[in-house]
């Protein structure tokens, strides 16, 4: 038998704070994991070919940084920069990655 989404959260507002504490944990692995497989396929699709296009000549300094080899975010202007953004992140709800709410913490953030 499959359990709603209704169900589930009813059953995660219940649970003692360790077991939620490790569910929580269970699910950033998850989103972890499917950020992994995402870049990978990413990688693969050559969608990030010119990232490491930037990195080698970077690396290399054989080939100076010329306006058309800038960064976006360098040579974008605010409005270009800004759709971009606004790109960038309606893509986000379609691959269903994203960080969980606990990773703004304060307490996260200045963990270790």
Known sequence: MMLTL????SAILQLPPEDYK???KWFADRDYQLWDEQLEQDIN???????????IALESHSAPITPSSKP?????TP????????NWSNQLSQTGISL???AFSR???YEE
Do not use: M, V
């Open 22 to 24: 490790e569910l929580s």
């Open 79 to 86: 409005t270009e920069r800004a759709r971009e953004f606004r």
């Open 45 to 55: 699709d050559g969608k990030l070919e010119y990232l490491a296009q930037e990195a």
């Open 100 to 102: 969980p709410n606990e």
């Open 72 to 76: 976006f975010w360098q040579r974008a």
């Open 107 to 109: 307490d996260r953030i």
């Open 6 to 9: 209704e169900q589930i959260e």
